[in-house]
């Protein structure tokens, strides 16, 4: 399944067709460089493997393309925000730390 409107960056709302594009584009480096594509990655975190594994398949010639559920990868993502919650902030202040 291809499907180009699947967002990729939910906090961003950047489209799968958005990143396949930029990375025809622009010749990136190094797959942190697609946060320059409208934040992507830059929010949550979430997508940020997903984001890696196009810049890949692109390096590799391949289409990139999430081949993912998009109720899926949203569900995925509900519980992974909720994990990062559940653990809190490491650096956070007041926390109380020991020894
Ligand atoms: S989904 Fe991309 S940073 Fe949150």
């Known amino acids: 399944m291809h499907d180009d409107e699947a967002m990729v960056c939910l906090c961003f709302q950047v489209p ?3 990143i396949a594009n930029y990375l025809r584009r622009n010749d990136l480096k190094v797959a ?3 946060s320059e594509c409208l934040g992507a990655g830059t929010g949550c975190g979430w997508c940020v493997p997903y984001l890696r594994k196009m810049f890949e398949q692109h390096q590799q010639g391949r ?4 081949d993912m559920n998009a109720q899926e990868y949203a569900a995925s993502r509900r519980q992974y925000r909720e994990a990062k919650k559940n653990n809190g902030p490491t650096d956070s202040p007041d926390h109380e730390r020991t020894g």
């Not at 289409?63 to 999430?66: F, I, K, R, T, V």
């Open 16 to 18: 799968q067709r958005k």
């Open 32 to 34: 942190s460089q697609l």
């Open 63 to 66: 289409l990139p393309a999430l």
